[in-house]
Each structure stands twice: as C-alpha cells, then as structure tokens.
C-alpha cells in the first residue's frame, strides 16, 4: 500500500508539472503574440518621431520577461521578496521621450502579468479592446478636417519692393482665414507676418510654390501654439 501510494504521488506530480510545462508555452506563445500584434498596431497608428519599428521589437521581449518573472515568483513568497530586492538596484538610464510610448510600453507590461497570471481570456478581452478603441480612433481622426494654424513671415530680399496685394492674393485661393499681424517697412525692406489656417497639408504646399513664383520673397511657416 505504500509502495502504491509513494509511486501515486509521482504520478500525480510528473502529471501536474507536465500541464504546468503547457500552460507555460501556450501563455508565452500567447504573450509574443498579442505582443506582436500590438507593436504592429503602434507602428502603423502610432504618432511618434521616433523609430516605432525599431521600438516595437522592445514590445515582445518586455512582455516576455515580465511573463516569466511573473510564472517564476507567483507560488513562491521567498521569490517575490527576492524580485523586490533584485528591482531595487535596477536603474533605466534610457528616457521615455513621449507618453505615447510609454502608454504602448504599460500595455506591454500588462499582456506579460495577465499572462503570467494565467488570466488568458481576461489579457486577450483587454488587448482586443485596446486596439479596437485605437483603431476606432483614428479612424474618427483621419475623417476629421485637420487644420493648420501657422504664422507665416515674409520679406523681400532684395532692394524690389514686397507686392503684399499679390501675396495675399496667392494666399486667399489656399486658407479659410487670413489675419495680420505685423506689418514692418525700413526703407527698401518689408516684413510681413500672417496668422493663416490652412485646410491641409497639401494647401501649404501649393501655397509655398505660389510663393516662390512671385519673385525674391523669403518666407518662413511656423506652427501657432
């Protein structure tokens, strides 16, 4: 009888260390996954100036590790007070230069917990979420009329005179308002500065090369905060 129960009890373990082994590689096969999907969302929607292809490969290998930090600590209470003192020393040199990416980074943080928590349908139902919120975000955003508030600045750089009833003129046919805002004549020299809201980008651009057309004008568009 305990011959039968000693060889039981190894059963009942191999057993049980063989399904925590799947659950393992399904939920890191899951993490890299959803991981994967997300960087490709933040490459596609994302706004940042920064290299989002390069930054999106970070995604599936901070997911990851959070993953198997999470799967290594959870049953041991000794471990987890280890992870607190071993984090403690760890310093990221590394600045987030904006809050877009450090918003992809916490859910990548996330993806790695829930999955490390076992908790599959809870992490996929959020991350489907997520991107479906995102999408449907910019979805709105690109059927908006984006309009463009510049300051622009004119001068002549020679000693002709600045045609401002021309310059305006070139400029009606591309913004929906036009104001100004300074007017400076010394002598041979004109300085001209406009508040102008453009409909698109493509607007400014026409405009520029109207511009240039004109003659010797130098001229600068700069962003209205």
Avoid: H, W
Avoid at 112 to 141: D, E, P, S
Avoid at 163 to 177: H, M, S
């Amino acid at each position: 009888m305990q011959e039968q129960s000693f060889l039981s009890d190894i059963a009942n373990q191999f057993g049980a260390g063989e399904s925590s082994i799947i659950d393992f590689l399904i939920n890191i096969l899951l993490t890299v996954l959803l991981s994967y999907i997300m960087g490709l969302v933040y490459s596609k929607y994302g706004n940042s100036l920064s290299n989002r292809k390069k930054l999106t490969q970070s995604f599936v290998l901070i997911a990851i590790t959070v993953m198997l930090v999470i799967s290594i600590v959870k049953s041991s209470l000794a471990l987890s007070l280890g992870l607190v003192g071993a984090l403690s020393i760890v310093r990221f040199r590394t600045a987030i230069k904006e809050p877009e990416e450090l918003v992809y980074f916490f859910i990548a943080i996330a993806i790695g917990l829930g999955m490390g928590a076992n908790q599959r349908l809870v992490t996929i139902l959020g991350v489907v979420i997520i991107i479906l919120y995102i999408v449907f975000q910019n979805m709105n955003a690109a059927k908006e009329t984006v309009q463009q508030n510049l300051i622009v600045t004119l001068s002549n750089i020679s000693d002709k005179d600045l045609d401002e009833n021309k310059i305006l003129e070139v400029l009606n046919k591309y913004c929906t308002k036009l104001d100004l805002r300074r007017l400076d004549s010394v002598n041979n020299s004109t300085e001209l500065s406009l508040n102008i809201e453009f409909n698109d980008f493509d607007s400014i651009i026409k405009a520029k090369s109207d511009l240039s057309a004109l003659g010797d004008i130098q001229f600068s568009f700069i962003e209205n905060y």
